[in-house]
């Protein structure tokens, strides 16, 4: 479990606990790592732990080497490890498109590659991959987190045609909005076009997020959307689109008006 400190991560570290697996959290603060692997242990859970880049490949595959060594091998994988960084496309330092592909792409990237080979050799285990809402529509405010989570989208979709037939089962979760720190700290850089966007869906809560992807993990579910918002454009996208975005090109010249911006003239050529 990458990212497993908190969050979404955490929780469902939880939720294979309470199923009796044995759990491995990888992060990179070992101050939350050792908080998070305490609250487990108190609960019953076996708990196995490394503070980890997850933008470094060697360190991600030395890690699950040791944890599989200590553990045994990986059944199932959740790329739970990402950072958002929201900004206007003309703001954003360069860095920032780098830091979002190194660590919500890359880091997906080096933990499946870590793990898939045993896997397939083994014919079974499953791959879980975290992106998110805007990896499935393009949002304001997003032209640097969102392409790192297309990019995981399009990666888990062609991951599972290859690992398919080895046996190895294969989901991508599309989560709104989740009340985690990590969105706290999203928060003070999202402009107010992206927050009005953002606005019209509630937070979910990290526990419900968690036993939604277990319920949907059970019955085999290759896409996993946790709320009609996202199960609509997961399934209707195309046909949606159009209709999405002029709805926020409102939204956003909204806000502008309300925060005494420059109006914007948007077209749409769908």
């Known amino acids: ?63 699950v080497e040791e944890l599989e060594e200590e553990a045994g091998p990986c059944a199932v994988l959740v790329t739970s490890a990402g950072q958002a960084r929201p900004g206007a496309f003309l703001e954003l330092p360069d860095d920032v498109f780098r830091t979002m592909m190194d660590v919500d792409y890359f880091g997906t990237l080096w933990a499946v590659r870590a793990v898939a080979p ?40 062609a991951l599972r045609g290859e690992l398919v037939p080895h046996g190895v089962r294969v989901s991508c979760v599309f989560p709104p909005d989740v009340d985690t720190p990590q969105l706290a700290e999203e928060s003070q850089w999202k402009p107010a076009e992206t927050a009005a966007i953002a606005g019209i869906v509630k937070p979910l809560q990290p526990s419900a997020v968690a036993r939604g992807i277990m319920r949907r993990l059970d019955r085999g579910q290759p896409v996993i959307c946790l709320d009609g918002f996202s199960r609509a454009l997961a399934t209707w996208g195309g046909v949606l689109a159009p209709v999405l975005r002029r709805y926020m090109d409102g939204r956003v010249r909204a806000a502008r008006r309300t925060a005494g911006g420059p109006a914007v003239r948007t077209t749409t050529a769908d």
Do not use: Q, W
């Open 1 to 63: 479990m990458t990212g497993g400190s908190s969050g979404i991560g955490l929780a469902l570290a939880g939720e294979f606990a309470a199923r009796g697996a044995v759990v491995s959290l990888l992060a990179r603060r070992p101050a939350g790592l050792a908080t998070a692997a305490e609250s487990l242990r108190a609960a019953g859970a076996t708990v196995h732990t490394r503070s980890v880049d997850v933008t470094d490949r060697d360190a991600v595959t030395a890690a």
């Open 118 to 157: 045993g896997m397939t050799r083994r014919g079974r285990g499953t791959v879980v991959t975290i992106a998110s809402a805007a990896g499935l529509i393009g949002v304001y405010g997003y032209t640097a987190y969102g392409a790192a989570k297309f990019a995981v989208r399009g990666l888990t979709e």
